[in-house]
């Protein structure tokens, strides 16, 4: 946070530092890796173990101590279910949390570990938080720099305004996309709205809402992955699980909200 900080008065946004440190965001990159000959297949403990549908199992002690996901620390391993091909259960397994980090494929009959990297990640300009700001264009391109010097310090690749059907899968962190607009799907949904087809900023009751959106935090994203055979319709679209602010802090992962594009 601190190399952020002095890459933004460097960069010309030291009036806008407490915004900066507001909207930065730990976000862990999530990789699945090959599988090689004499590798362990992981096993996920307790009642999470290999259900229908399970997509992940991470170990949440090996991701508390690389970035600050909750306080007070959870134990356990964090449990991802797929329901449908549009929907996703979490699931708090607080056993032992001596399980490998896995990942497992559609028919759930073989598995893949994961490697985990902790990073630090900004919005996008165009992104609300940001917009409201109100940089000017100068402040909006220093803006853009600052993203890209951030993920040139961390040695990541920004996968930044251009649509990208990239492998990215992140735990935590701002979703990979251009529209900006599932929070408020989120909460269009949690008040029982069906958007059925409407674009969220198009809804009558947009402009109501929107500011309860801000509550909404991307718990993971999920891109087609042909590795682990992950597919959510297309090539290019991602699963993401949303959760409440509040939720994330008590570790209540019973009303996420799962969106796929």
């Keep these: 946070m601190d190399d952020l900080l002095e890459i933004a008065i ?3 946004l030291a009036a806008h530092l407490g915004a900066v440190r507001e909207l930065a965001r730990y976000s862990m990159r999530l990789t699945v890796l090959p599988a090689t000959n004499g590798r362990r297949r992981p096993q996920v403990s307790g009642r999470a173990q290999r259900p229908d549908g399970v997509l992940l ?3 949440l002690s090996e991701m ?4 600050p ?3 007070p620390p959870l134990r356990g391993t964090l449990v991802f279910v797929q329901d449908t091909p549009r929907s996703c259960t979490v699931v708090l397994d607080d056993g032992e949390d001596n399980s490998p980090n896995a ?4 028919a759930g009959d073989s598995s893949l570990s994961i490697g985990m990297s902790a990073e630090l990640v900004l919005p996008r300009v165009w992104s609300e938080p940001v917009q409201a700001l109100e940089l000017d264009q100068a402040g909006q391109t220093a803006w853009i720099a600052l993203r890209e010097r951030l993920a040139a310090l961390q040695e990541v690749a920004l996968h930044s305004e251009d649509p990208d059907p990239s492998v990215i899968h992140r735990l935590l ?3 990979d996309e251009r529209t900006g607009d599932m929070a408020l799907a989120c909460e269009l949904l949690a008040c029982g709205i069906d958007l059925d087809g409407v674009p969220p900023f198009a809804h009558p009751r947009a402009a ?4 309860r959106s801000t509550r909404w935090r991307m718990l993971l994203q999920l891109s087609a992955d042909d590795l682990v055979g992950w597919n959510w319709g297309s090539q290019d679209a991602r ?3 949303w959760i409440d602010t509040a939720d994330l802090a008590a570790g209540e992962f019973s009303r996420t909200r799962a969106i796929v594009r």
């Design 69 to 71: 996901i909750f306080s």
């Design 173 to 175: 962190g701002y979703p």
């Design 103 to 106: 990942a497992w494929g559609a």
């Design 64 to 67: 508390s101590s690389s970035i």
């Design 239 to 241: 699963l993401y699980v």
């Design 208 to 211: 109501e809402l929107g500011p």
């Design 10 to 12: 460097d960069i010309g």
């Design 57 to 59: 199992g991470l170990t």
